[in-house]
């Protein structure tokens, strides 16, 4: 896959303030302290990725800083090489105080750099399911901001001029129904295949519906004793993406994140495969979208069309951060205030007693949740790195460069060389 350029979306807040907010009984004190204590200035820099994610983190500062005026907070947000830039700045010594990442097996390969939070009073507010995310060993080594989730994300009104009355659970379905909405001249799919990450998406949720014991299927494939074409359903995944191409927009590898998502929501197309996290993006190019949430289906097994929804996404603090404390006191005003009383990003709380988001994709991803149709991330038991690479293989067969079993064997390869890259 070729090097995309990397997008910075850096903002640097200005805010000063001791922090002698905490939580107490899941409520943040907002008491203001001593001018005589004259606190010392603190810079905390926090390094994310997250599309669309960057008002958020402006809104957070801003009420940040109504409560601390004394605190300056660097806030660095990327979109594209998120994990290689990372790792870059953790080996070069330029190491943020916060930096996000996903979940699970990460855990493991974080854990010997950032502060362990096991007992930290604020990781009560947060439901007990979405801290096995942060959990290793029975220790917790970050925080977990949001349930989230992802799979077709579909324009009601496209859907419902095309006469689509129920949604598709099969793949023989989402042909029907792609069928349809071709025939009102309406493209099916916006293929926004130029994210490697769509890619991986689209694979995990073949890779989940294998279902049984997914740490022990990571360790066989680790250890040489399965390959990737021992799991029939994965292998599905070529077909998912022989269909939405089939009937997909034109130049799918050159069809990037943002570009997808305003077909759909414009009704220029009727289908994108994305996440929850997409709304916000999607409501600025057509405020008055209708937009609703199906999973995306693994063959003809309709039981096998689960939402793929977890609490994967972590903040951890970096154990040579100068400021531990501070950094410990704002992951608190994040859980105890912020997250429970206006949600992230428009997604579904982690937090007990969470305020209940608005959005239409949020509210699909509850009606999920409650039917008990959901597959966890899988993505959190792979090594790390390995979702890259998944994703720039699949481009490579979008793009006729690897035949199916040219990925299937590359993807075994690339797995088993990173496991033991981890181990030496």
Request: include cysteine.
């Amino acid at each position: 896959m070729k090097k995309k350029p990397v997008f910075l979306a850096l903002s640097l807040i200005l805010m000063a303030a001791p922090f002698t907010g905490c939580s107490v009984g899941g409520s943040y004190s907002t008491e203001v302290p001593d001018a005589s204590a004259q606190p010392r200035p603190v810079i905390l820099t926090m390094f994310s990725f997250g599309e669309g994610l960057s008002e958020q983190l402006h809104d957070m500062a801003e009420k940040y800083h109504a409560l601390h005026p004394e605190v300056t907070i660097e806030t660095e947000l990327i979109s594209n090489e998120y994990d290689s830039v990372l790792k870059t700045k953790l080996n070069s010594g330029d190491v943020p105080d916060i930096f996000m990442t996903q979940g699970y097996a990460t855990n493991r390969t974080y854990k010997d750099i950032v502060v362990e939070l096991t007992g930290e009073p604020f990781l009560e507010q947060i439901e007990e399911s979405a801290l096995k995310a942060a959990e290793l060993d029975g220790k917790i080594y970050g925080v977990p901001l949001s349930i989230q989730s992802y799979g077709f994300i579909y324009n009601k009104r496209v859907f419902a001029a095309a006469g689509i009355a129920s949604l598709p659970e099969t793949y023989s379905e989402l042909e029907q129904a792609a069928k349809r909405i071709k025939a009102k001249g309406i493209t099916p799919f916006a293929n926004s295949f130029k994210e490697w990450w769509v890619l991986k998406h689209i694979a995990s949720q073949t890779l989940a519906a294998e279902e049984g014991n997914y740490e022990q299927t990571a360790q066989e494939i680790s250890e040489g004793t399965k390959t990737f074409k021992d799991l029939p359903l994965f292998g599905r995944t070529f077909n998912m993406i022989d269909l939405m191409v089939k009937y997909g927009s034109d130049k799918p590898l050159e069809t990037d994140y943002g570009t997808g998502l305003a077909l759909v929501a414009q009704g220029k197309a009727a289908m994108v495969h994305n996440g929850n996290w997409a709304e916000g993006d999607m409501l600025k190019a057509n405020p008055t979208a209708e937009l609703g949430f199906f999973p995306e289906p693994v063959g003809d097994d309709p039981s096998k069309a689960r939402l793929m929804v977890d609490s994967s996404v972590l903040l951890r603090i970096s154990d040579s951060s100068k400021h531990i404390k501070e950094a410990k006191q704002f992951l608190d005003y994040i859980v105890a205030d912020y997250i429970k009383h206006y949600g992230w990003h428009g997604e579904v709380p982690v937090v007990k007693g969470g305020a209940v988001p608005g959005g239409q994709l949020a509210a699909e991803t509850i009606r999920y949740i409650k039917k008990g149709k959901t597959y966890p991330w899988v993505q959190g038991y792979w090594p790390d790195g390995f979702d890259t690479q998944l994703g720039a293989l699949f481009q490579e067969y979008v793009a006729h460069a690897k035949s199916k079993d040219e990925v299937l064997e590359d993807l075994t390869k690339a797995w088993v060389k990173l496991v033991r890259a981890a181990n030496m």
